[in-house]
Nanobody, 122 residues
Framework: QVQLVESGGGSVQSGGSLRLSCAAS??????MGWFRQAPGKEREGVAN????????NYADSVKGRFTISLDDAKTTLYLQMNSLKPEDTAMYYC?????????????????WGQGTQVTVSS
């Protein structure tokens, strides 16, 4: 069992930046990702990274603004969020998967953190 703990959420004004972190208790997975869920909406994939080759994918809505990264030990995941917009407001979740068919499908991931809230005001 892998435990994931997110941190770094908060409230910022539009155009601001935040950096989310996710600490994992083990590295028995090959994909890590960030998802978000706004009230009344489905959970959506924000970005993922494959731990072996460090290749990443991004949702179109965050390309050019968000950057996902992983430390050398493959146990701390980051999401640098710049130029934040009010529509980025959501609960952000860290996830890890052993075999992920499609990076943005939450059902493909085995482990989840408890979430960290990001609120962007206009």
């Amino acid at each position: 069992q892998v435990q994931l703990v997110e941190s770094g959420g908060g409230s910022v004004q539009s155009g601001g930046s935040l950096r989310l972190s996710c600490a994992a208790s083990a590295d028995t997975y090959n994909t890590m990702g960030w998802f978000r869920q706004a009230p009344g909406k489905e959970r959506e994939g924000v970005a993922n990274i494959y731990t072996q080759f460090r290749a990443a994918n991004y949702a179109d809505s965050v390309k050019g603004r968000f950057t996902i990264s992983l430390d050398d030990a493959k146990t701390t995941l980051y999401l640098q969020m710049n130029s934040l917009k009010p529509e980025d407001t959501a609960m952000y979740y860290c996830a890890a998967g052993i075999f992920v068919r499609y990076w943005a499908d939450p059902n493909s991931y085995n482990y989840w953190g408890q979430g960290t809230q990001v609120t962007v005001s206009s």
